[in-house]
């Protein structure tokens, strides 16, 4: 069935340090990606979205690119803050089926000063 | 953008008993959708919630545990009955207008003690 997985926290990083995340994908059909974002006893929010391949969606100093070939859309940022300690969420949103959205795990990301 | 309006942010709850959650929201939609986020989990989708009809569930929920209303295309319940700890979680409404036009809620915090 459809799925998404990605790489397992916590990820613990130095401030200005190298993110990248890891999330890949199972779907049927051409799906739009997602990154979420929800830090500390909020609610989720939207970070950035592709909807075909090769688009690449940014936001905040973060980045994804749609993979087709290797159905992935993995986050990256290049230089990361304390303020970035959050839980990240990669997910899909199906074309059929309502548009429902799958959500990956989680990652669990804490960044040291 | 859409606005959510979900109501209440948290409570705590007795075992046994049942809670209602609201999800309003600003402009007319065809599908909502209700998930739950256990602690420290992911945001399992628990139905679709669709104007006019029954909603539709997702592999382990059943509608006598979630029963859902729909009463119009702004407004949907979500009901979780007979309480028990384990169902301690986060409880989102959400809606799509489109494969890439995902809005979530703030959630509703849940407690049962």
């Known amino acids: 069935g459809d799925s998404v997985t990605q790489m397992e926290g916590p990820v613990t990083l130095s401030e200005e340090a190298f993110l990248t995340i890891n999330c890949t994908y199972t779907?049927?059909?051409?799906?739009?990606l997602f990154w979420y974002v929800q830090y500390p006893g909020e609610g989720l929010q939207l970070l950035l979205k592709a909807t075909k391949a090769d688009d690449k969606g940014s936001n905040k100093g973060f980045e994804a690119t749609y993979r087709k070939e290797t159905t992935s859309f993995h986050l990256e940022k290049g230089s990361v803050q304390v303020s970035d300690s959050a839980v990240y969420f990669c997910?899909?949103?199906?074309?059929?089926?309502?548009?429902?959205?799958?959500f990956g795990a989680g990652t669990r990301l804490f960044v040291k000063a | 953008s859409a606005v959510i309006s979900q109501k209440p942010s948290r409570d705590i709850c007795q075992r046994g008993t049942s809670l209602t959650i609201q999800c309003q929201v600003d402009s007319q939609v065809t599908m909502m959708f209700w998930y739950r986020q256990q602690p420290g989990q992911s945001l399992t989708l628990i139905a679709t919630?669709?104007?006019?009809?029954?909603?539709?569930?997702e592999s382990g929920f059943v509608i006598d545990k979630f029963p859902i209303s729909r009463p119009n295309l702004t407004f949907s319940t979500l009901t979780v009955s007979n309480m028990s700890p384990e169902d301690s979680s986060i409880y989102l409404c959400s809606l799509a207008r489109g494969p890439s036009e995902a809005f979530f809620g703030q959630g509703t915090r849940l407690t049962v003690v």
């Open positions: 997910a899909l949103t199906l074309n059929t089926g309502g548009f429902k959205t799958i």
């Open positions: 919630a669709n104007q006019g009809s029954e909603a539709t569930y």
């Open positions: 779907a049927t059909g051409y799906p739009s």
